[in-house]
């Protein structure tokens, strides 16, 4: 590709697909380089919530509501990727489509870049949509299979365009698409076939150029390899990274896998039934985490190790519904903790703040200082042997920007794992109210 801005040639805004400087500031002037710490807030979401009336009856009367985010507030600084897990049904989705309004909220309020979104209307609104795009999960659902590659990814520039971009003229809008092909590893003569004649992994490169073809600040990243093979997730993943680095973007990455949450986030929000109860930096909620449900997840996690043996943590019961959640804290019903106290009262009728326990590592959990690294260390092994202090102690370091690496030479669960840490000391007393599992050996 020349070493000219084609995206000022097309009559774009912002930086070129390849061959510029990733710090170069755009013909907007709205791009900054990304820092590590002490990164303006680009989207601020304050007491979010998304419920979806149930209608019964003759009438199709409202006769109860399903909680699919409930009050959520976090802050997501600009170049971070936060990354969100949880089980499938939390509302991870339903968040990531709600910040950017692809479904209408109940409540709460989004500030991007200093805008209310949630207020915006009109030739207004459509302006804020260049600068939030989302990938979605599915790369086969995703794209039209009536519409060529050229059509899908110029179809939001026809949408998008006036006068300052040229982007109607089909010549400019067709140079830019090729750009943005080849910048996410196809080639330009692929945007007039149909997306039957390539491969998963293709589709979803299709996709993730059609998000930046608009060239956004702000991409939703609807768990975009969960549908993927395992070599090839580890491919989008380090494209990923490397166009963070490219374009400055911001991610919220939505993802169930916890090895990928960990090599791509910068920090990690834990969801569960709607609310989010556990934030914090990626290294420390790896290494420390505080509420009940993260230390089950990341005892879930297979080590490949086959000299560390652990007990992994079953829950009890079944995930309660959304449309009549359970009073006071949501997990209390299957919480592990609970149980090994003694089942206090206060977590049935009291719903937990979600409260900082030091270091800018928020918990919402009434019982978050009973657990220690050493409780942790029963079923998270490979969290005993990581440095670094606790929630107690000093702050976490401030995130840092992974570096991409070639594509295909690092797969996303050999970069996450890291060294084997040593085997932790058996646990003779089992939690009442969980099922404890020996783990086997060996990876999964």
Same mark, same amino acid.
């Given at each position: 590709?020349?070493?000219?801005?084609?995206?000022?040639?097309?009559?774009?805004?912002?930086?070129?697909?390849?061959?510029?400087?990733?710090?170069?500031?755009?013909?907007?002037?709205?791009?900054?380089?990304?820092?590590?710490?002490?990164?303006? +807030?680009?989207?601020?979401?304050?007491?979010?919530? /998304?419920?979806?009336?149930?209608?019964?009856?003759?009438?199709?009367?409202?006769?109860?509501? +399903?909680?699919? !985010?409930?009050? +959520?507030?976090?802050?997501?600084?600009?170049? #971070?990727?936060?990354?969100?897990?949880?089980?499938?049904?939390?509302?991870?989705?339903?968040?990531? %489509?709600?910040?950017?309004?692809?479904?209408?909220?109940?409540?709460?309020?989004?500030?991007?870049?200093? #805008?209310?979104?949630?207020?915006?209307?009109?030739?207004?609104? /459509?302006?804020?949509?260049?600068?939030?795009?989302? @990938?979605?999960?599915?790369?086969?659902?995703?794209?039209?299979?009536?519409?060529?590659?050229?059509?899908?990814?110029? #179809?939001?520039?026809?949408?998008?365009?006036?006068?300052?971009?040229?982007?109607?003229? %089909?010549?400019?809008?067709?140079?830019?698409?090729? =750009?943005?092909?080849?910048?996410?590893?196809?080639?330009?003569?692929?945007?007039?076939?149909?997306?039957? #004649?390539?491969?998963?992994?293709?589709?979803?490169?299709?996709?993730?150029?059609?998000?930046?073809?608009?060239?956004?600040?702000?991409? !939703?990243? =609807?768990?975009?390899?969960?549908?993927?093979?395992?070599?090839?997730?580890?491919?989008?993943?380090?494209?990923?990274?490397?166009?963070?680095?490219?374009?400055?973007?911001?991610?919220?990455?939505?993802?169930?896998?916890?090895?990928?949450?960990?090599?791509?986030?910068?920090?990690?929000?834990?969801?569960?039934?709607?609310?989010?109860?556990?934030?914090?930096?990626?290294?420390?909620?790896?290494?420390?985490?505080?509420?009940?449900?993260?230390?089950?997840?990341?005892?879930?996690?297979? &080590?490949?190790?086959? %000299? @560390?043996?652990?007990?992994?943590?079953?829950?009890?019961?079944?995930?309660?519904?959304?449309?009549?959640?359970?009073?006071?804290?949501?997990?209390?019903?299957?919480?592990?903790?609970?149980?090994?106290?003694? &089942?206090?009262?206060?977590?049935?009728?009291?719903?937990?703040?979600? %409260?900082?326990?030091?270091?800018?590592?928020?918990?919402?959990?009434?019982?978050?200082?009973?657990?220690?690294?050493?409780?942790?260390?029963?079923?998270?092994?490979?969290?005993?042997?990581?440095?670094?202090?606790?929630?107690?102690?000093?702050?976490?370091?401030?995130?840092?920007?992974?570096?991409?690496?070639?594509?295909?030479?690092?797969?996303?669960?050999?970069?996450?794992?890291?060294?084997?840490?040593?085997?932790?000391?058996?646990?003779?007393?089992?939690?009442?109210?969980?099922?404890?599992?020996?783990?086997?050996?060996?990876?999964?």
């Amino acid at each position: 590709m020349s070493s000219a801005d084609p995206t000022r040639a097309a009559g774009g805004i912002g930086a070129a697909p390849a061959g510029i400087d990733r710090n170069l500031v755009g013909a907007s002037g709205r791009r900054s380089a990304q820092g590590e710490g002490g990164a303006p +807030v680009l989207v601020d979401i304050r007491n979010v919530k /998304k419920y979806f009336p149930i209608q019964g009856g003759l009438l199709r009367r409202t006769i109860g509501q +399903v909680q699919a !985010v409930d009050d +959520v507030s976090l802050q997501i600084h600009r170049g #971070e990727t936060l990354g969100l897990v949880g089980e499938s049904g939390c509302g991870k989705t339903t968040l990531g %489509r709600t910040v950017i309004r692809l479904v209408p909220p109940t409540a709460g309020a989004v500030t991007f870049n200093g #805008e209310d979104v949630f207020k915006l209307r009109g030739r207004q609104l /459509k302006r804020m949509r260049r600068r939030m795009q989302i @990938i979605f999960q599915d790369p086969v659902a995703s794209l039209n299979p009536r519409m060529p590659v050229s059509d899908i990814i110029g #179809e939001g520039l026809l949408a998008q365009a006036d006068q300052e971009n040229s982007w109607g003229k %089909r010549s400019v809008r067709d140079k830019r698409i090729g =750009d943005y092909l080849e910048a996410v590893g196809l080639r330009r003569d692929y945007s007039r076939r149909y997306p039957h #004649e390539f491969s998963g992994g293709q589709r979803q490169r299709i996709g993730i150029a059609r998000a930046l073809a608009l060239d956004p600040e702000f991409i !939703v990243c =609807d768990e975009p390899v969960s549908a993927l093979d395992v070599s090839i997730q580890s491919q989008i993943l380090n494209l990923l990274v490397d166009l963070r680095e490219r374009f400055n973007l911001t991610y919220l990455f939505v993802a169930h896998n916890l090895s990928v949450i960990e090599y791509i986030s910068d920090r990690v929000g834990v969801m569960y039934l709607g609310k989010l109860v556990e934030l914090a930096d990626v290294k420390e909620l790896y290494a420390h985490p505080r509420h009940p449900y993260t230390i089950a997840l990341l005892s879930a996690v297979p &080590n490949p190790d086959p %000299r @560390i043996r652990k007990k992994r943590l079953v829950l009890a019961g079944d995930v309660p519904s959304p449309a009549n959640p359970p009073s006071g804290c949501r997990f209390h019903t299957r919480c592990w903790l609970r149980e090994r106290l003694g &089942n206090p009262e206060n977590c049935v009728t009291d719903d937990p703040s979600f %409260r900082d326990i030091g270091g800018g590592h928020r918990v919402a959990c009434h019982w978050a200082e009973e657990i220690t690294d050493a409780t942790v260390a029963e079923f998270v092994p490979r969290a005993a042997g990581r440095a670094g202090p606790g929630p107690a102690g000093p702050g976490p370091a401030a995130p840092t920007t992974p570096t991409a690496p070639a594509a295909g030479t690092r797969s996303a669960q050999a970069g996450s794992l890291g060294q084997a840490p040593p085997p932790a000391a058996p646990v003779t007393a089992p939690i009442s109210g969980a099922i404890t599992q020996p783990g086997q050996s060996g990876s999964a």
